[in-house]
């Protein structure tokens, strides 16, 4: 059995509720021989909490049917061999979903020639059906609060530096408050 020691996040903001930092490595064979050639460690942060600020009495964004907007931003992982490093390179290079009503605090720019998605969803609870007629949009540009998609300037996300931020994601499905996810990319240096 492993034995933690719990202790408060160590950032500044507030209604944070989880943060998750994973890792991967690759490797390939070398062609014609049996030798590996190492590939990029990269890393990612995943960062959860709520989507409405301290003191705020609506806590779904004006919502109350289920609601969702994702964005997410190609960034490359490449190889320089000035530094023999591998990097990220975060582009402009994005895109942008939104489904249901349109929440409060989330802007993005709509395709003008892409029609909107008309969908139904429906589910039984407590042997009631609740159905809902939902309206998926599609575009690029996503804004929240302090959050942007593209964003290709490097950040320091809990330590780690440089991070570039991959994808946002906001939900609203009243009675639960609404929540938000944005994961960072970052590369290890080996």
Known sequence: M?????QPLPCEGEGLT????????SS??????????PGPTTGSISVTGYAFEKGD??????VRCPSTAQASQSNYIRYNACSDQFIVI???VNSAVTTGDEMDGVGFTKFSDCADVVGFNANVQNGVTIAQRTIARFGHGLKFRDFEIPDI?????FGVEPCY???ININSSFPQPAQFNVTYQFVVKC
């Open 18 to 25: 989880s943060v998750t930092i994973n890792g991967s490595s």
């Open 2 to 6: 492993a034995f933690c020691i719990c």
């Open 28 to 37: 390939k064979i070398i062609p014609g021989t049996k030798n590996l050639a």
């Open 165 to 167: 931020i991959q994808s």
């Open 90 to 92: 975060p582009s402009r």
């Open 153 to 157: 300037e490097p950040k320091e996300v």
């Open 57 to 62: 009495k609506d806590k779904w964004l004006g």
